[in-house]
């Protein structure tokens, strides 16, 4: 077994797969790719150039989602995923709504508007910003909050990829500047300070706040 995996800290959809290498305790090497910044070699491994991407012997493959499903699949100890067809299906819907719904908003509008826009050489777009932070992102966690009544964990009140989805999102959007308002999401406020407390996150967060100081002093 040779695990490769190519991304940078920072991201999101990274931080997602390296939670779900480290509660399967897989051992992987990491390869530095910055969005945005690939170079023509990466596009045999990705032809979107985007990250993740993974490695596992002769297998190449491509996008968080994918990534995440295929390990569970593959290395079924610690299994993240239910299951039953209901809680999978659940599983997957919620994993989607932090993937694409919650880090367009989250990820997307506020970590890159805010961090890396400068460091790319373009202005902050303060409309984008606006209109996540007050407009488009408040419906989201309010959905997710309903979500967490009365449960812990997202799915069948068990820690699994939907909550790795959904915290990495969340983590972004506070090293954006903008934390959760723990007064108006107190579930997922909550939520999200016990996926931080699990070691597969833990172990991540100082090597992330390295590179985070080091993005915002450029």
Request: proline share 6%; with cysteine.
């Amino acid at each position: 077994m040779s695990l490769t995996l190519h991304g940078v800290a920072l991201s999101p959809f990274v931080r997602k797969v390296r939670v779900v290498l480290a509660e399967k305790q897989l051992a992987y090497q990491m390869k530095t790719v910055v969005p945005y910044m690939t170079r023509e070699e990466y596009a045999e491994i990705n032809p979107l150039r985007r990250v993740p991407a993974l490695q596992d012997g002769d297998t190449t493959l491509a996008d968080s989602a994918v990534i995440a499903h295929y390990l569970d699949a593959k290395y079924p100890v610690h299994p993240l995923m239910p299951e039953a067809i209901d809680g999978r299906a659940r599983c997957e819907w919620l994993e989607k709504f932090g993937d694409y719904e919650l880090a367009q908003n989250a990820t997307f509008a506020l970590f890159y508007q805010t961090l890396v826009a400068p460091t790319l050489g373009k202005q902050t777009d303060h409309a984008v910003v606006e209109k996540a932070l007050n407009h488009t992102l408040p419906p989201l966690l309010d959905y997710l909050e309903q979500q967490l009544t009365d449960r812990e964990w997202l799915v069948d009140n068990r820690f699994g990829l939907a909550d790795i989805a959904i915290a990495s999102q969340l983590i972004n959007m506070g090293y954006a500047g903008y934390p959760l308002d723990d007064s108006r999401w107190p579930q997922l406020a909550s939520h999200l300070n016990r996926c931080c407390a699990r070691p597969s996150f833990a172990e991540l967060l100082p090597e992330e706040q390295q590179v985070l100081g080091k993005l915002k002093a450029r």
